[in-house]
């Protein structure tokens, strides 16, 4: 294997160092750095959405996952060991301890998804609209539902968990996701938005081998485009009116037969998720694709192509670090360089990441609908 370039380069001017040594000062002693990942607060704070998605990465070897939170102001990543409905709260938890709560809404949850009337009542002998952490509440749900199964057990913990995370004020809590489709996205935020451009992927994975089946194809495909890019006229100038027409053409569209079965099943599809895709009715400001985010797991992805993934926790939370900086500072218009140079050298001009994110927020006004509804 040839070595690192900066191992030649240090070579050339006389320097011996080791690989080791310049692995330390990459990813050990960075608390500094590490703290003014306070910027993700801020990035929570600034808007009432946030875009997210992930990507596969490995630490020592070991599959693992990189997700990645975003909007126009802030792009945050975070390595964990899982992907489910419990680890999207952590993320969106900005790293405050798991916590669970049953309250009216947790049951609500429980019985929007069949939970059965003896597991309901056995639930009620939990603490009530209290906030437990899971030292705390494993030893209760064992006592008071016993035998209850793995995804029983994993539905009642992720309902708890929703609950307790709507109910804190520790950290912003996301009243709307943008992002794909993914199981463990939903329920988790009051709303999602759904990403357009992952929906009209769906029709171009159809494959037809008929012709007309194939022209059948494109010209639903041409008018779920034009359909697009209304919605994207009417963010810039939104009334109630365009509201409403939009709204009755959607239905319009996607109440199509083109007696192509797997395109009809598909476009039933589609419609059955018309809250999700037309949130931008409601709030315009939201995005209509989830574009930020997938370009941050694409900038993730070029990183593990290259370095293949980090060893230890602690390189992978450095990994995290730096990649949120960098894509940070460049959403706010600031030199990566000047800012590592800034802090390393103590000088410290800058303002805050925070800070930033905080002026800029005031500026661009993501969450303006929230504040007029």
Known sequence: MSKPKILEFFEHVGIQISAGTISNLLIKEQDAFHKEQAAYLAGLCSSPWQHIDD?????????????????????????????????????????????????????????????????????????????LDEATLQPLLAASLPGVGVQMRKWILEALAVSAYHAQSEVPVVQLLVCDDAPQFQWVTDKLALCWVHAGRHYKKLTPCVALHQALVETFLTAFWSYYHELRRYQEQPTAEERTRLDASFETLFATRTGYWALDERIALTRAKKAQLLQVLEHPEVPLQNNPAELGARQRVRKRDVSFGPRTAEGAKAWDTFMSLAATTKKLGVSFYQYIHDRISGVNQLPALADMIDVQAHDLKLGASWSTS
């Open 55 to 131: 990507t596969a990465t490995r630490v020592n070897g070991q599959n693992q996952h990189c997700h990645i939170v975003c909007t126009p102001l802030h792009t945050t990543y975070r390595t964990t060991q899982a992907k489910d409905r419990l680890t999207i709260i952590d993320v969106l938890s900005a790293g405050q301890p798991r916590r669970f709560r049953l309250d009216d809404d947790a049951l609500a949850y429980l019985e929007a998804i069949g939970v059965s009337n003896v597991r309901h009542q056995q639930l009620l002998r939990l603490p009530r609209d209290q906030s």
